[in-house]
């Protein structure tokens, strides 16, 4: 079963990262082109942002 609450905030999150991040917005017009489109760009930034706050939760 899927979490709505959590893939919206990821989507907001991921949209926010990709419009004012110079590096997230490379990042998500070279997977646009390369890969399959917008919606493996999305699922990319989900990763990439939760493996970064995981990071930064985690207790040393």
Not at 14 to 30: E, N, P, R
Request: hydrophobic fraction near 40%.
């Amino acid at each position: 079963m899927e979490n709505r609450r959590l893939r919206k905030v990821l989507f907001i999150c991921s949209f926010s990262a990709s419009k004012y991040y110079k590096d997230f917005k490379q990042l998500y017009f070279w997977i646009i082109t390369k890969e399959s489109g917008e919606n493996l760009a999305q699922i990319t930034f989900w990763n990439k942002l939760l493996k970064q706050d995981f990071a930064i939760a985690k207790p040393h």
